[in-house]
């Protein structure tokens, strides 16, 4: 036996190989001087060289040795013919070589049909094989393959295809003629679709290169004829340098862009490179470096625009006015940073647009909700395939001038991922004493920033990071009263729906009547988007009716239909029965039910908080989705109310006896805060006094344990929502009474607002009679309220 590297000898083929190892050798030897035959078997690892039997596969072949031939350096060249599969039995050492006993197999096989239509296919497929493939020839491998024996055929077409050595391994150890025909016909349908995908790759490959070569030799052409014609290429050049010296760049940005203009003269046209650098040059181009929009100055003008496009507002126009009046005062003033903060449907981003209008600068929007990758805002380096700058420049570019009003929109919206965070890219473009010189990662160059007016909005101030907030000046924009809401539906929503439906104003008339029905029982919200809405529900139930009435005769003509007048009635037929219920009609005193006042994004909000009372051991469950901070409120309110037991008539150990109950509807909603203290405290003492709360009286505050009343936020949005739902007295902490003048004076007026500092004032205000205090003990005697309950003391 001699074990043999890197291929597999199949029977029935002729294979030439140099035998080099000494083992090897002395086998041939040994074989030449006795019957010629040789035992083949291939080796598992081709890099070892002196294998061990268990090192060489089992299968192999007998070999008759036809001819060999001593090379001159001791190598033997040597000529083999396979005879027929063999296993290896066992395995012997003799004097250097091995020696194998080898059982050989014998199949008979059947002919038929199944083998007949099995072996046309192998020669089919074999044929189409060679016709794929260049390394084989076609006549000899057909010659070949011209036999009866099924065995032979599977062998013949093994041992000529372009398989691995494992594969061919496992080829041989099919003994049975069928199976073995079966798995090269399997090969075959494996090796023809490679060849074909081959050849489909290298025939795609070959018509790119003749288009380039085409196209390079067309563009050439085209060069010599423009020389001929004295149109050279430079002109190109010529008028891109002519417009970076008109562009008006700074030093850096002129020498980048003079830089990259050499660069791009050496370069050959065809090259992606290029490409690359005439993109850069012509961003450099487009952005705006010296055009600046003429500012309107006048005053009066632009509190005209500001009045016509905004109804209310004031603090905002104020602010407005104050900037234009600076820039008339100073000749290179830095630019302002506003941030507008405000539930949805106030008119944030429509006042950025009359902010344009009124100073007769361009307006831009870049909205940054969802964004979450630092690149939208400073570009991507060149080096990237598809590189652009960020949106900042993309804007200028749009914008056309230095000094845009750029409106950021929902800047509270922005998140961060592992691509970076776009808010601490914002940092330096919203920095007045860094944005003078921005570097965008595209460009590379500083670009000026500081002439830019950037209004910044959002509905909430806590997801903005405080390092940006610092850089803005925070402009709050609470909710709009019922008079501002007419006022608003009556100069613009009804107007702009009219026109939209395509009505005209003698089909249609709203009615204060009608107007005041919507607001109250259709909508409630802090701006005016809903209002807007069922605004236009009703002119298109009109345009319908309008449509309906005319006369179908092909002309227009002018329909003959009695004028919608929109009151209160006709209102509800519009638009079925009302959504929200005036509290005023269901209000009545009840015991444990208390009316709180509540911030929201989107306004205030009316929140009733529900207290009962049952037996138990003097348990307080708090539900309805409250977070930590009102959870602990309800906490000291309880432990005001054990405190104040005496006061407010109740035994020492009143809570021994009972459970407490404190639920705030709708209980979905998550709720959390300090400002329901007071609110939670009067439903306890109500629930334990059984003395009902007014239910016309809406309260908000902070409480301590001793029964203090703290300071709240959102004052107006909450008084807003108080007014709104019909409340007329509201009791707040004595020092938010330096908030007052936020609140418009038509709420002032109309609404009672009572400050209070402590828990008793609240419950004289809020209860429906005074809780009477128990009788104090006559001196050396203990009531039954008073005497405390034994404890058991555990040591």
């Known amino acids: 036996m001699m074990p043999i590297r890197d291929v597999v000898i199949f029977p029935f083929m002729m294979t030439p190989f140099v035998v080099g190892r000494e ?60 005879v027929e599969r063999g296993k290896i039995v066992s395995v012997s050492e003799d004097e250097g070589f091995f020696r194998a006993v080898v059982k050989t197999f014998h199949f008979k096989v059947e002919q ?3 083998l007949e239509a099995l072996t046309t296919r192998v020669t089919t497929l074999f044929e189409q094989y060679v016709k794929l493939s260049q390394n084989l020839n076609y006549e000899t491998m057909i010659a070949a393959i011209r036999v009866d024996e099924p065995g032979k055929l599977a062998d013949t077409v093994g041992a000529n295809l372009q398989l691995t050595i494992e594969e061919k391994q496992e080829l041989l150890e099919i ?22 995908v081959d050849r489909t790759i290298q025939g795609r490959v070959k018509r790119q290169m003749e288009k380039a070569q085409k196209e390079y030799y067309l563009n050439e052409k085209i060069k010599a004829i423009q020389k001929e014609l004295g149109r050279g290429e430079k002109s190109e050049f010529d008028d891109l340098k002519k417009k970076i010296e008109a562009a008006g760049m700074t030093k850096d940005a002129y020498d980048k862009a003079i830089a990259e203009l050499k660069r791009l003269e050496n370069m050959p046209p065809m090259s992606a490179e290029s490409t690359v650098s005439r993109n850069y040059l012509d961003w450099l181009l487009a952005v705006p470096w010296k055009k600046k929009s003429k500012e309107i100055r006048d005053l009066k003008f632009a509190q005209e625009v500001l009045e016509s496009d905004h109804y209310g507002l004031e603090k905002i126009k104020e602010r ?184 005209k104003p003698e089909q249609i008339e709203f009615q204060d009547e009608g107007l005041q029905m919507l607001i109250q029982s259709y909508t409630r919200e802090a701006g005016v988007r809903n209002l807007e809405r069922e605004v ?81 051991r003097g348990k307080l469950t708090t539900t309805g989705k409250l977070g930590d901070v009102m959870q602990e409120s309800a906490h000291a309110a309880m432990s005001y109310v054990r405190s104040r037991a005496h006061t407010l008539g109740l035994a020492r150990d009143f809570y021994r006896h009972l459970d407490i109950h404190v639920h705030v509807p709708e209980g979905a909603i998550p709720k959390d805060g300090p400002s329901a203290g007071i609110t939670l405290a009067t439903s306890i003492c109500s629930a334990l006094t059984s003395i009902p709360v007014r239910a016309d009286v809406a309260m908000t505050g902070e409480i301590t344990v001793r029964g203090r009343v703290l300071a709240i936020g959102g004052l107006k949005e909450k008084l807003l929502a108080a007014h709104r739902h019909g409340i007329r007295q509201v009791i707040l902490p004595k020092d938010n009474e330096k908030d007052l003048p936020d609140i418009p004076e038509n709420i002032r007026k109309d609404m009672t607002l009572d400050f209070v500092t402590s828990m008793d004032e609240v419950l004289k205000l809020a209860l429906e009679r005074e809780v009477e205090p128990l009788p104090l003990p006559a001196p050396g005697t203990e009531t039954a309220a008073s005497k405390p309950a034994e404890e058991n003391v555990t040591h």
């Not at 031939?69 to 040597?78: A, E, Y």
């Not at 003994?175 to 074909?196: G, Q, S, Y």
């Open 23 to 82: 083992s090897s050798v002395r086998a041939l030897e040994e074989a030449l001087a006795a019957d010629k035959k040789i035992f083949l078997a291939t080796q598992h690892d081709a890099s070892v060289d002196e294998p061990r039997p268990d090192e060489i596969y089992t299968v192999g072949t007998v070999a008759n040795i036809v001819q060999s031939l001593r090379l001159p350096d001791g190598n033997i060249k040597v000529l083999v013919e396979g």
């Open 112 to 114: 038929g049909s199944q």
């Open 175 to 196: 003994f049975d003629p069928i199976d073995r025909l079966t798995r090269v016909a399997e090969m075959l349908d494996i090796e023809i679709e490679k060849l074909n």
């Open 320 to 503: 407005i006015l104050e900037f234009l009046a600076v820039r008339r005062l100073v000749k290179n003033p830095k630019g302002s940073i506003l941030l507008f903060v405000g539930p949805p449907g106030v008119g944030k981003t429509s006042l950025g647009m009359s902010i344009g209008k009124a100073t007769g600068r361009k307006f831009i929007r870049m909205s940054l909700g969802g964004v979450r990758d630092e690149a939208e805002i400073r570009g991507h380096r060149r080096t990237y395939i598809g590189a652009l700058p960020g949106q900042i420049i993309q804007m200028m570019k749009k914008a056309g001038t230095r000094n845009p009003v750029f409106m950021l929109d929902e800047i509270d919206k922005m998140s961060m991922d592992f691509r970076g965070d776009p808010s601490a890219a914002l940092l330096e473009v919203l920095d007045p004493e860094q944005n003078y010189m921005f570097v965008d990662h595209y460009l590379d160059v500083e670009y000026d920033l500081s002439q830019v007016f950037f209004i910044a909005t959002a509905n909430v101030l806590h997801t903005i990071p405080p390092a940006l907030q610092d850089r803005m000046e925070v402009i709050r924009l609470s909710g709009y009263t019922e008079l501002e809401k007419m006022e608003i539906a009556k100069r613009f929503l009804v107007r702009k729906q009219t026109e939209n439906t395509g009505l």
């Open 536 to 616: 236009g529900n009703i002119c298109r139930k009109v345009a319908r009716n309008v449509v309906n009435a005319m006369k179908d005769d092909g002309k227009e003509t002018v329909p003959d239909v009695a004028k919608a007048v929109v009151t209160g009635k006709t209102v509800i037929e519009y638009l079925g029965p009302q959504k929200f219920r005036d509290l005023e009609l269901e209000k009545h005193n009840e015991i444990g039910a208390t009316v709180g006042l509540a911030w929201t994004e989107v306004g205030g909000s009316i929140l009733t908080t529900e207290a009962t009372i049952m037996e138990g």
